[in-house]
T-cell receptor, first 114, second 109 residues
Framework: DVKVTQSSRYLVKRTGEKVFLECVQD?????MFWYRQDPGLGLRLIYF???????EKGDIPEGYSVSREKKERFSLILESASTNQTSMYLC?????????????FGQGTRLTVV | GIQVEQSPPDLILQEGANSTLRCNFS?????LQWFHQNPWGQLINLFY???GTKQNGRLSATTVATERYSLLYISSSQTTDSGVYFC???????????FGAGTQVVVTP
């Protein structure tokens, strides 16, 4: 079974802290994604990576950066956390070149910035 | 970009009832997925269904790609079916997904 694992289920951080959200997948997928989910706004793409060290901005990249040094790991970085970044963060992976390019999600990280 | 619309936005069901959720998309797509978001927030894969019909237990899905819609059927609903159901389509050759806004389903005992 495909497994996408996010490092924390719940996280509480202080305003101004640098925050790292980690995501690891075990299926050798090329693509990895970070989404945030807020009530009434659905899932919004923050960043997308289609290969090691390659990244593309999604719909709401402001205030975030990402790192993909290894194929299996995709990190989301909040350079200086703010209260408006309190949200549910979801990581996903997929392989668009396979016969069934399904996306698989991690369990999600609920981040609270106080 | 491709627009993905889901209906209804909310659905309240009595346990044992059947229901149909709809996903419309604005352009031709090669890939479509249905997900269930459980109460803990995780998105669970239900179907990868770019076309045709698939069944898995009490759930089934049909995609008519030429008419740009997909349907998810829930039969004999159970309280564990509660949650949000999302459809998502791949929008470009790199494999980026566009999600619908979801259908919130509540199944009451």
């Amino acid at each position: 079974d495909v497994k996408v694992t996010q490092s924390s289920r719940y996280l509480v951080k202080r305003t101004g802290e640098k925050v790292f959200l980690e995501c690891v997948q075990d299926m050798d997928h090329e693509n990895m994604f970070w989404y945030r989910q807020d009530p009434g706004l659905g899932l919004r793409l923050i960043y997308f990576s289609y290969d090691v060290k390659m990244k593309e901005k999604g719909d709401i990249p402001e205030g975030y950066s990402v790192s993909r040094e290894k194929k299996e790991r995709f990190s989301l970085i909040l350079e200086s956390a703010s209260t408006n970044q309190t949200s549910m963060y979801l990581c996903a992976s997929s392989s668009p070149f396979e016969g069934t390019p399904e996306a698989f999600f991690g369990q999600g990280t609920r981040l609270t910035v106080v | 970009g491709i627009q993905v619309e889901q209906s209804p936005p909310d659905l309240i069901l009595q346990e044992g009832a059947n229901s149909t959720l709809r996903c419309n998309f604005s352009d031709s797509v090669n890939n479509l997925q249905w997900f269930h978001q459980n109460p803990w927030g995780q998105l669970i894969n239900l179907f990868y269904i770019p076309s045709g019909t698939k069944q898995n237990g009490r759930l089934s899905a049909t995609t008519v790609a030429t008419e740009r819609y997909s349907l998810l059927y829930i039969s004999s609903s159970q309280t564990t079916d509660s949650g949000v159901y999302f459809c998502a389509v791949i929008t470009d050759s790199w494999g980026k997904f566009q999600f619908g806004a979801g259908t919130q389903v509540v199944v009451t005992p």
